[in-house]
């Protein structure tokens, strides 16, 4: 059965460092979505990315954040510069249609020290 | 932001049946889904209300009434494996686009 993958499974890096997350939705998907859950608290929805464009975000998705399909398989979600309130768990989610169900990757865990 | 209310936690005997109720605003409403987690992993898709009434799917059964703003979730013949948070997500839509909210999801502890 196919499925999203996330890559790194945790990563840890220090404060005002910048990160890239990657993602490789499900094949024949064509919308991509990016949440983090923070320890403890709700699943967040980031962004949204349709036809190489942004087509929803969150006021969490600030200048820090950038989403970007860089080849036919990948999508990848960066943060400039990082900060302690960033660690989280980033959850990369791909559709077949806006309205259909969303599959979830495994997450990455981001730690900021 | 869109607000969405579920019980923090409940607890039930294995082999009984639960139900997790989930309300949330109307305004802009284009589907309801209930997603499970287990603890540090990813939500995994359940089932999918766009409709009034109710979806069955083997042991795991999802109402909607979009008129009242609610939505359950049944779980029969429970099984300790079944112990896990249930998310409500609403996906609302505006201006040609959609976003998918959650709630704080309802932890479920099953006990023998």
Avoid at chain 1, 56 to 73: A, L, M, N, T
Avoid at chain 2, 89 to 103: E, K, P, R
Wanted: charged letters at 20%; one cysteine or more.
């Amino acid at each position: 059965e196919p499925e999203v993958t996330q890559t790194p499974s945790h990563q840890v890096t220090q404060m005002g460092q910048e990160v890239i997350l990657r993602c490789v939705p499900i094949s024949n998907h064509l919308y991509f979505y990016w949440y983090r859950q923070i320890l403890g608290q709700k699943v967040e929805f980031l962004v949204s990315f349709y036809n190489n464009e942004i087509s929803e975000k969150s006021e969490i998705f600030d200048d820090q954040f950038s989403v970007e399909r860089p080849d036919g398989s990948n999508f990848t979600l960066k943060i400039r510069s990082t900060k302690l309130e960033d660690s989280a768990m980033y959850f990369c989610a791909s559709s077949r249609t806006p309205t259909y169900e969303q599959y979830f990757g495994p997450g990455t865990r981001l730690t900021v020290t | 932001g869109q607000n969405i209310d579920q019980p923090t936690e409940m607890t039930a005997t294995e082999g009984a049946i639960v139900q997790i109720n989930c309300t949330y605003q109307t305004s802009g409403f284009n589907g309801l889904f209930w997603y499970q987690q287990h603890a540090g992993e990813a939500p995994t898709f359940l089932s999918y209300n766009v409709l009034d009434g109710l979806e069955e799917k083997g042991r795991f059964s999802s109402f909607l009434s979009r008129s009242k703003g609610y939505s359950y979730l049944l779980l029969k013949e429970l099984q300790m494996k079944d112990s896990a948070s249930y998310l409500c997500a609403v996906l609302y839509s505006g201006a040609g686009s959609y976003q998918l909210t959650f709630g704080k999801g309802t932890k479920l502890s099953v006990i023998p």
